[in-house]
């Protein structure tokens, strides 16, 4: 994908041009560069020039087996297609005049045929040339050198004679080749030599013991030598070792054998592995340890090899370098040697440089940013001659790793090549600068339809090209124009995003591109839908076994939308089975069993968003009523092979007795002798009624068939097996399954598949023919048979790209049908470069958005798994904050993203962020770390609030200051108010204070009252939660007293003698209604309602009984006086008509009563003989008290 990096020109309107301004040129550029992605579509590329682009090359160093070609890759783009040359050794190979090589069309691959020549004459280092009108890329110096596997020097090995218990080297000096061989150990039956504490091979081939034993004795110790890329093995001459027992050596302590004296130097690369060892003599054997001294071992990437002789770091960084101490002891004494460390490190991308697409008049950088140890030197190329060497272009200025490309003009298009070099290595990049001026265009589809649920984000896009990159506005329904703010966000590369969507959201949305040369626009629409949401969830069921279960869902969704209802059984499908009926709101379960308990969801989707609910299911037992004894079937006997073929055979049978419940099925099954005996495979299954199956059998198979019959009850004991029938063989008639392809380092590719088993054989002689070849590249299929593996390793293949394979079975009587292509890819590497321009849009105090420029595929090198943001709080800007050390934070963002949101941060505080690339190898190098600062926020609540010294009318209070203020502290707020005995809140009142106030009097407080404090912090942004506090003013005894002195005014003693005149007056009228003959019908009421607060009479004066002190003085049901008789002033407003005769009862609700007790008189038939005399009116008062 091409990138481009633009800047406008730059113009101050306040300050004139300042000579030697360089440096402030250099640092507006930096920020206002831009980049704009080119995209692939065949028809933005169409009529768009492009210099070279190197898309494929071999590695640096490429060591070829003589026995194959030669392949150098070199594969590139542009516009037009760049024609290729190559050198050879600095000078031109001219490849027409040799005929053993050839250039692969359309690209510059070139292809050596080394077979009758000599692979050395091939031997050198070759650079690859791409060209077209608008510039010229370079590829890497690939040096080219031939494997070699040396044959061992002669010499003549002595015998060894030694000690029991003394320490022993066998050496083994193998050959150097090309590369360096594998190197092992093993005895005359090729069976390897155990290796363990006591014996273990150094790095360097040679055996050590520690201590030697009787059993060490033998004479054909042979090192072996394994060159990887000939395939060939080598061995040294035996060696003989002889221990002796007449005189064993003493128990000592340790000593170092490996490496030797008290202290040695080690170099190491960065990024390669650290292999340190230490091997010690002693006896007992002696025990090895490793520590650096002032520093831990890095554990994620470290590894403890060779029975703990070994120290391994994998991906050496600087912090690695330093003092590696190995020590080795016993129980008699111990010994330790100093190992110092130093990390080099050739050339490493900081920021490599990218490709730029400027228009005419505009300005751009290309930075080269490399770092190493001793430091790289830079060099520039253009077209692939050295800067200085090129044709002057006063557009151009270099500045160490900086090119500075002001006003440039059409036709100036270039490539460059960036050089960084040490003396461990060199990285080599192109970068292109295309000049083109290209009116505005719009790549989204026209009138697309963007459906989102209401209440969520909803992203609107316009992708555009152009040169000068084109200004993006939005408008709604072509009048509305759409403006960053609180609901909109119109992002850097056009999308339009609406925070949380609403259905007043819908319409029409347009997009317009603008730039210098033409305008575009386009036109989208957004729908927004209701929620999808489950009006009656399933309730939870008990049911008893055979019964059915009836579970309901009702949905409501948007009626635009198509609903799809599935339901679940314990997250997993429903059961296969008829009696589980779905209907169109409903699970209906019928015949229930012990099986179906479990929890049920019903899951309601449409194309935008679903919703759940979910239910139990309880299966109890059933009432047990008398049934008949059932039981499983007995096995089918006489099995019968009939109508053998090649390809079938017939089987028959007998039934077995079906103890009460009917055979409903046959099951088949086969044992293949040949492959897996012992093992009952089934095969395939029949009705109950019949008794004979037709079968289907394949090749190469020793048939012995077995049937079992199945009831409601279970299945039957299997029969006895049939005779044995056996298949001819034939070819395979299935290749292998899970054919798979991906790399295990980043210059190989694994074939992997599943082996096909005996049975699907068909044959003797089972092979597997696996073939490859890289897709996209016109080349041939590469072939290997493999037999009895799974797996199939290819060497030496670029990092990271795709591969057609094929995996055929074969076997001695012909080879499989043909196989199905699958897409592997080779292996991965780390990622090269880091993203670039990285930008953080603050949203407000706690979220910020990071954008940033994504890492080209090609550099990724390997399958893009997301970036990873790393964060970390540098401080408050608040001075007096106390700056701790924060810890990192880091969010991973999935795919190719460019943009991530940040949440959770800290009010008024800086913030560092870097971003990295990751793919299943691991992380990219960081990016440019950048720093930003979040705005203010409210602050937290105060640390403390106290109430102290309450008096009569005032409390004081006192207060910390927030533990997070937030921002810059401008006051606080208090508010507090009275709250009486039922809890209820009295009005609130205010007070304001400043920033450095922490304690504050109030005044003119109500005494023995309780208040509620309520006292918060301030920022600019307002107020923070409150803090709340209660307190009780100081009770005031002078008052208490004035309240009982209240009993002798005069006012009081009116109102109490009023009362007592009202009084007075009713027991006057009630004497009157006694001797006017009224009778009040208490007991007609009492055997009516049967009140057990109301007594009955006493037969000795006919009035009611007084109430039992056991009820606690209840007052009688309805009544409002008090018990100790007195009447309260709010109690007494009763009428004297209540009193009155005739008239209906008044006893209700509402406390009334004495209606209760008027009315025509009744002769109680239970009590006849008594007085119909009415009870006194002082007693029956008397009786409500």
Same mark, same amino acid.
């Given at each position: 994908?091409?990138?481009?990096?633009?800047?406008?020109?730059?113009?101050?309107?306040?300050?004139?041009?300042?000579?030697?301004?360089?440096?402030?040129?250099?640092?507006?550029?930096?920020h206002?560069?831009?980049?704009?992605?080119?995209?692939?579509?065949?028809?933005?590329?169409?009529?768009?020039?492009?210099?070279?682009?190197?898309?494929?090359q071999?590695?640096?160093?490429?060591?070829?087996d003589?026995?194959?070609?030669?392949?150098?890759?070199?594969?590139?783009?542009?516009?037009?297609?760049?024609?290729?040359?190559?050198?050879?050794?600095?000078?031109h190979?001219?490849?027409?005049k040799?005929?053993?090589?050839?250039m692969?069309p359309?690209?510059?691959?070139?292809?050596?045929?080394?077979?009758?020549?000599?692979?050395?004459?091939?031997?050198?280092?070759?650079?690859?040339?791409?060209?077209?009108?608008?510039?010229?890329?370079?590829?890497?110096?690939?040096?080219?050198?031939?494997?070699?596997?040396?044959?061992?020097?002669?010499e003549?090995?002595?015998?060894?004679?030694?000690?029991?218990?003394?320490?022993?080297?066998?050496?083994?000096?193998?050959?150097?080749?090309?590369?360096?061989?594998?190197?092992?150990?093993?005895?005359n039956?090729?069976?390897?030599?155990?290796?363990?504490?006591?014996?273990?091979?150094?790095?360097?081939? =040679?055996?050590?013991?520690?201590?030697?034993?009787?059993?060490?004795?033998?004479?054909?110790y042979?090192?072996?030598?394994?060159?990887?890329?000939?395939?060939?093995?080598?061995?040294?001459?035996?060696?003989?070792?002889?221990?002796?027992?007449?005189?064993?050596?003493?128990?000592?302590?340790?000593?170092?054998?490996l490496?030797?004296?008290?202290?040695?130097?080690?170099?190491?690369?960065?990024?390669?592995?650290?292999?340190l060892?230490?091997?010690?003599?002693?006896?007992?054997?002696? =025990?090895?340890?490793?520590?650096?001294?002032?520093?831990?071992?890095?554990?994620?990437?470290?590894?403890?090899?060779?029975?703990?002789?070994?120290?391994?770091?994998?991906?050496?960084t600087?912090?690695?370098?330093?003092?590696?101490?190995?020590?080795?002891?016993?129980?008699l004494?111990?010994?330790?040697?100093?190992?110092?460390?130093?990390?080099?490190?050739?050339?490493?991308?900081?920021?490599?440089?990218?490709?730029?697409?400027?228009?005419p008049?505009?300005?751009?950088?290309?930075?080269?940013?490399?770092?190493?140890?001793?430091?790289?030197?830079?060099r520039?190329?253009?077209?692939?001659?050295?800067?200085?060497?090129?044709?002057?272009d006063?557009?151009?200025?270099?500045?160490?790793?900086?090119?500075?490309?002001?006003?440039?003009?059409?036709?100036?298009?270039?490539?460059?090549?960036?050089?960084?070099?040490?003396?461990?290595?060199?990285?080599?990049?192109?970068?292109?600068?295309?000049?083109?001026?290209?009116?505005?265009?719009?790549?989204?589809?026209?009138?697309?339809?963007?459906?989102?649920?209401?209440?969520?984000?909803?992203?609107?896009?316009?992708?555009?090209?152009?040169?000068?990159?084109?200004?993006?506005t939005?408008?709604?329904?072509?009048?509305?124009?759409?403006?960053?703010?609180?609901?909109?966000?119109?992002?850097?590369?056009?999308?339009?995003?609406?925070?949380?969507?609403?259905p007043?959201?819908?319409?029409?949305?347009t997009?317009?591109?603008?730039?210098?040369?033409?305008?575009?626009?386009?036109?989208?629409?957004?729908?927004?839908?209701?929620p999808?949401?489950?009006?009656?969830?399933?309730e939870?069921?008990?049911?008893?076994?055979?019964?059915?279960?009836?579970?309901?869902c009702?949905?409501?969704h948007?009626p635009?939308?198509?609903?799809?209802?599935?339901?679940?059984?314990?997250?997993?499908?429903?059961?296969?089975?008829?009696?589980?009926?779905?209907?169109?709101?409903?699970?209906?379960?019928?015949?229930v069993?012990?099986?179906?308990?479990?929890?049920?969801?019903?899951?309601?989707?449409?194309?935008?968003?679903?919703?759940?609910?979910?239910?139990?299911?309880?299966?109890?037992?059933?009432?047990?009523?008398?049934?008949?004894?059932?039981?499983?079937?007995?096995?089918?006997?006489?099995?019968?092979?009939?109508?053998?073929?090649?390809?079938?055979?017939?089987?028959?049978?007998?039934?077995?007795?079906e103890?009460?419940?009917?055979?409903?099925?046959?099951?088949?099954?086969?044992?293949?002798l040949?492959?897996?005996?012992?093992?009952w495979?089934?095969?395939?299954?029949?009705?109950?009624?019949?008794?004979?199956?037709?079968?289907?059998?394949?090749p190469?198979?020793?048939?012995?068939?077995?049937?079992?019959?199945?009831?409601?009850i279970?299945?039957?004991?299997?029969?006895?097996?049939s005779?044995?029938?056996?298949?001819?063989?034939?070819?395979?008639?299935?290749?292998?399954?899970?054919?798979?392809?991906?790399?295990?380092?980043?210059?190989?590719?694994?074939?992997?598949?599943?082996?096909?088993?005996?049975?699907?054989?068909?044959?003797?002689?089972?092979?597997?023919?696996?073939?490859?070849r890289?897709?996209?590249?016109?080349?041939?299929?590469?072939?290997?048979?493999a037999?009895?593996?799974?797996?199939?390793?290819? $060497?030496?293949?670029?990092?990271?790209v795709?591969?057609?394979?094929?995996?055929?079975?074969?076997?001695?009587?012909?080879?499989?049908?043909?196989?199905?292509?699958?897409?592997?890819?080779?292996?991965?590497?780390?990622?090269?470069?880091?993203?670039?321009?990285?930008?953080?849009?603050?949203?407000?105090?706690?979220v910020?958005?990071?954008?940033?420029?994504?890492?080209?595929?090609?550099?990724?090198?390997?399958?893009?798994?997301?970036?990873?943001?790393?964060?970390?709080?540098?401080?408050?800007?608040?001075?007096?904050?106390?700056?701790?050390?924060?810890?990192?934070?880091?969010?991973?963002?999935?795919?190719?993203?460019?943009?991530?949101?940040? $949440?959770?941060?800290?009010?008024y505080?800086?913030?560092?962020?870097?971003?990295?690339?990751?793919?299943?190898?691991?992380?990219?190098?960081?990016?440019?770390?950048?720093?930003?600062?979040?705005?203010?926020?409210?602050?937290?609540?105060?640390?403390?609030l106290?109430?102290?010294?309450?008096?009569?009318?005032?409390?004081?209070?006192?207060?910390? $200051?927030?533990?997070?203020?937030?921002?810059?502290?401008?006051?606080?707020?208090?508010?507090?108010?009275?709250?009486?005995?039922?809890?209820?809140?009295?009005?609130?009142?205010?007070a304001?204070?400043?920033?450095?106030?922490?304690?504050?009097?109030?005044?003119?407080?109500?005494?023995?009252?309780?208040?509620?404090?309520?006292?918060?912090?301030?920022?600019?942004?307002?107020?923070?939660?409150?803090?709340?506090?209660?307190?009780?003013t100081?009770?005031?005894?002078?008052?208490?007293?004035?309240?009982?002195?209240?009993?002798?005014?005069?006012?009081?003693?009116?109102?109490?003698?009023?009362?007592?005149?009202?009084?007075?007056?009713l027991?006057?009228?009630?004497?009157?209604?006694?001797?006017?003959?009224?009778?009040?019908?208490?007991?007609?009421?009492?055997?009516?309602?049967?009140?057990?607060?109301?007594?009955?009479?006493?037969?000795?004066?006919?009035?009611?009984?007084?109430?039992?002190?056991?009820?606690?003085?209840?007052?009688?049901?309805?009544?409002?006086?008090?018990?100790?008789?007195?009447?309260?002033r709010?109690?007494?407003?009763?009428?004297?008509?209540?009193?009155?005769?005739?008239?209906?009862?008044?006893?209700?609700?509402?406390?009334?009563?004495?209606?209760?007790?008027?009315?025509?008189?009744?002769?109680?038939?239970?009590?006849g003989?008594?007085?119909?005399?009415?009870?006194?009116?002082?007693?029956?008062?008397?009786?409500?008290?």
């Amino acid at each position: 994908m091409w990138s481009l990096i633009m800047a406008p020109p730059i113009r101050d309107k306040n300050r004139k041009c300042v000579p030697g301004s360089g440096a402030l040129l250099l640092l507006l550029l930096s920020h206002l560069t831009s980049a704009l992605e080119v995209p692939l579509d065949p028809k933005v590329l169409e009529g768009l020039p492009q210099p070279p682009t190197i898309t494929l090359q071999s590695p640096k160093d490429y060591i070829f087996d003589p026995r194959e070609n030669i392949i150098i890759h070199c594969e590139a783009k542009g516009k037009p297609h760049p024609s290729f040359s190559w050198t050879r050794n600095g000078t031109h190979f001219d490849v027409e005049k040799d005929s053993k090589v050839v250039m692969k069309p359309g690209s510059g691959t070139l292809v050596i045929d080394i077979s009758g020549e000599k692979a050395e004459a091939y031997e050198g280092t070759y650079q690859c040339t791409a060209h077209n009108e608008h510039g010229t890329a370079l590829s890497n110096k690939i040096i080219i050198r031939q494997s070699r596997s040396p044959l061992w020097s002669k010499e003549r090995n002595e015998a060894f004679t030694v000690q029991k218990g003394a320490p022993l080297v066998l050496q083994c000096r193998p050959p150097a080749g090309l590369p360096p061989p594998v190197i092992f150990w093993m005895d005359n039956n090729f069976q390897k030599l155990p290796l363990d504490k006591r014996v273990s091979q150094a790095r360097n081939g =040679d055996l050590y013991f520690a201590n030697v034993v009787p059993e060490d004795s033998r004479p054909d110790y042979i090192c072996y030598a394994r060159f990887p890329h000939t395939q060939t093995i080598q061995q040294k001459q035996p060696i003989s070792v002889a221990v002796l027992e007449n005189n064993p050596g003493q128990e000592h302590s340790p000593g170092l054998m490996l490496p030797q004296g008290a202290f040695s130097h080690k170099m190491v690369l960065r990024g390669e592995t650290l292999e340190l060892e230490c091997i010690a003599e002693g006896l007992p054997t002696p =025990d090895i340890t490793w520590e650096k001294e002032g520093g831990e071992l890095p554990t994620n990437r470290l590894a403890l090899q060779n029975f703990q002789k070994t120290l391994r770091i994998s991906d050496v960084t600087d912090s690695d370098a330093g003092r590696y101490r190995c020590s080795a002891s016993n129980r008699l004494g111990s010994t330790h040697h100093i190992i110092n460390v130093t990390v080099k490190a050739a050339p490493y991308w900081v920021s490599a440089p990218r490709n730029l697409i400027l228009a005419p008049n505009e300005t751009g950088i290309l930075t080269c940013r490399v770092n190493g140890q001793p430091k790289p030197k830079i060099r520039w190329f253009v077209n692939g001659v050295p800067v200085e060497n090129a044709p002057e272009d006063r557009s151009r200025k270099v500045d160490d790793d900086t090119v500075i490309l002001s006003n440039v003009q059409s036709g100036t298009s270039a490539v460059y090549q960036c050089n960084a070099s040490n003396e461990f290595g060199y990285l080599l990049a192109n970068a292109f600068v295309n000049v083109l001026a290209e009116p505005p265009r719009v790549l989204t589809p026209p009138n697309l339809v963007y459906q989102v649920i209401s209440n969520n984000l909803a992203l609107l896009h316009c992708a555009s090209f152009g040169s000068p990159i084109p200004t993006i506005t939005w408008f709604k329904d072509s009048q509305i124009s759409i403006k960053n703010g609180e609901h909109y966000v119109i992002h850097e590369n056009g999308t339009l995003e609406i925070h949380v969507a609403q259905p007043l959201n819908s319409g029409k949305y347009t997009c317009i591109a603008t730039n210098n040369l033409g305008i575009r626009e386009n036109h989208v629409f957004l729908e927004v839908k209701e929620p999808t949401r489950i009006l009656k969830q399933p309730e939870y069921r008990v049911v008893q076994r055979g019964m059915s279960a009836l579970f309901e869902c009702k949905v409501k969704h948007d009626p635009s939308l198509i609903p799809t209802m599935t339901w679940l059984k314990d997250n997993g499908e429903l059961p296969d089975h008829e009696r589980f009926l779905v209907g169109a709101d409903t699970l209906t379960i019928s015949d229930v069993t012990d099986g179906d308990e479990g929890t049920y969801t019903c899951m309601m989707n449409t194309s935008l968003d679903m919703d759940s609910a979910s239910a139990m299911l309880t299966v109890v037992e059933a009432t047990p009523t008398p049934a008949i004894v059932y039981e499983r079937p007995d096995p089918p006997t006489e099995l019968v092979l009939s109508d053998q073929t090649e390809k079938s055979v017939r089987l028959t049978w007998v039934h077995g007795d079906e103890h009460n419940s009917p055979t409903q099925k046959f099951l088949i099954q086969f044992e293949d002798l040949l492959h897996q005996p012992g093992v009952w495979v089934n095969m395939t299954e029949v009705a109950g009624t019949v008794s004979t199956a037709q079968l289907s059998l394949s090749p190469y198979v020793y048939y012995a068939f077995r049937v079992l019959a199945m009831n409601r009850i279970g299945y039957s004991e299997p029969s006895q097996p049939s005779n044995q029938y056996r298949t001819s063989p034939a070819a395979p008639e299935e290749n292998p399954a899970d054919v798979q392809g991906r790399g295990t380092m980043p210059s190989n590719l694994v074939i992997t598949w599943t082996q096909l088993t005996g049975f699907q054989s068909n044959g003797p002689g089972l092979e597997y023919k696996v073939q490859w070849r890289q897709k996209d590249v016109d080349e041939d299929w590469s072939s290997k048979n493999a037999a009895n593996v799974s797996e199939l390793v290819v $060497p030496g293949t670029p990092t990271y790209v795709p591969y057609e394979i094929k995996v055929q079975a074969v076997n001695d009587y012909g080879e499989g049908p043909q196989p199905y292509t699958v897409i592997g890819y080779s292996g991965e590497d780390l990622p090269l470069s880091a993203p670039e321009s990285v930008q953080v849009m603050i949203h407000n105090s706690t979220v910020a958005e990071v954008h940033w420029e994504p890492v080209p595929f090609s550099l990724v090198r390997g399958r893009l798994l997301g970036y990873k943001v790393s964060y970390r709080r540098e401080h408050g800007l608040n001075k007096a904050e106390e700056q701790g050390e924060q810890p990192e934070q880091s969010l991973t963002f999935p795919g190719n993203r460019s943009e991530g949101r940040l $949440p959770g941060l800290q009010p008024y505080s800086v913030y560092n962020i870097s971003i990295r690339v990751l793919n299943n190898k691991g992380e990219g190098p960081a990016s440019q770390s950048k720093t930003f600062e979040t705005p203010e926020g409210v602050p937290g609540p105060p640390s403390f609030l106290n109430v102290e010294t309450p008096s009569l009318e005032s409390v004081t209070l006192q207060w910390g $200051p927030p533990l997070q203020n937030n921002g810059r502290l401008v006051g606080y707020t208090l508010k507090y108010q009275p709250v009486n005995d039922t809890n209820e809140l009295g009005p609130p009142q205010l007070a304001e204070f400043l920033a450095n106030q922490t304690t504050f009097t109030l005044e003119n407080l109500n005494s023995s009252m309780r208040y509620k404090f309520y006292l918060s912090a301030k920022t600019i942004k307002g107020s923070g939660p409150f803090l709340t506090e209660e307190a009780v003013t100081v009770v005031n005894t002078s008052a208490a007293s004035r309240q009982v002195d209240i009993a002798t005014q005069g006012w009081f003693i009116g109102l109490m003698c009023a009362i007592a005149l009202l009084i007075l007056v009713l027991l006057i009228v009630c004497f009157i209604k006694r001797n006017k003959g009224g009778k009040y019908p208490v007991k007609e009421k009492e055997d009516a309602h049967q009140d057990p607060e109301i007594q009955p009479m006493k037969e000795d004066d006919g009035t009611f009984g007084e109430y039992s002190d056991t009820e606690d003085h209840k007052p009688l049901k309805g009544s409002r006086t008090p018990s100790n008789g007195t009447v309260r002033r709010d109690e007494s407003d009763d009428s004297l008509v209540d009193y009155g005769e005739g008239g209906d009862g008044q006893f209700n609700e509402d406390g009334s009563f004495i209606g209760q007790y008027s009315g025509k008189k009744e002769k109680d038939t239970h009590e006849g003989n008594e007085s119909s005399e009415a009870p006194s009116p002082v007693n029956a008062m008397n009786s409500f008290v």
